[in-house]
């Protein structure tokens, strides 16, 4: 499995396909989830990732040391281990941040996740509600249950 910022993993063609299906299931326009799929990459490591960029750092430190399987920042998709590249569903997730991103730019989607979370925080919700009430997540998990719903590409859909 090639790793690290010299050999990013790319969507195979056929993962591309369906998961920009996935994604205009649950309203991105067919253009825009087509080329956020197209561009995006993933990395294995979370926590010794060497394509940290100097924006990156604090997010990534962060979600190193959190109970999370997956991070997107940008076109990077940030998994915990080589282990994860087998799940599709979560894979679905993952792009829906990175077409979230594409839509957005990057200062706005950041504001408006930090806004949603920080929302929920200060009315009082522990970290795991908070979290599951950011609109964003809610659009990825709506994609990964028609991640799930349907059948997937042929694994491995990473190369």
């Not at 991105?28 to 956020?36: I, K, R, S, V």
């Not at 962060?62 to 999370?68: D, E, F, I, N, Q």
Request: glycine share 6%.
């Amino acid at each position: 499995m090639r790793t690290g910022r010299r050999h990013p993993l790319k969507l195979t063609d056929e993962a591309r396909a369906a998961a920009a299906r996935c994604l205009e299931a649950v309203g991105f326009d067919p253009g825009l989830a087509a080329a956020a799929v197209a561009g995006a990459t993933v990395e294995t490591e979370i926590a010794q990732s060497v394509a940290w960029a100097a924006w990156h750092r604090p997010v990534l430190y962060v979600a190193a040391r959190a109970p999370v399987v997956g991070i997107t920042l940008g076109s990077t998709i940030y998994l915990r281990g080589a282990k994860h590249l087998a799940n599709w569903p979560l894979t679905v997730h993952e792009l829906v941040h990175v077409a979230q991103y594409a839509r957005d730019g990057h200062p706005r989607f950041l504001a408006r996740y930090g806004a949603d979370y920080l929302s929920g925080r200060m009315r009082g919700a522990a970290w795991r509600e908070a979290y599951e009430d950011i609109r964003d997540e809610q659009q990825a998990r709506a994609a990964e249950s028609v991640a799930r719903q349907r059948a997937c590409p042929a694994a491995p859909w990473w190369c």
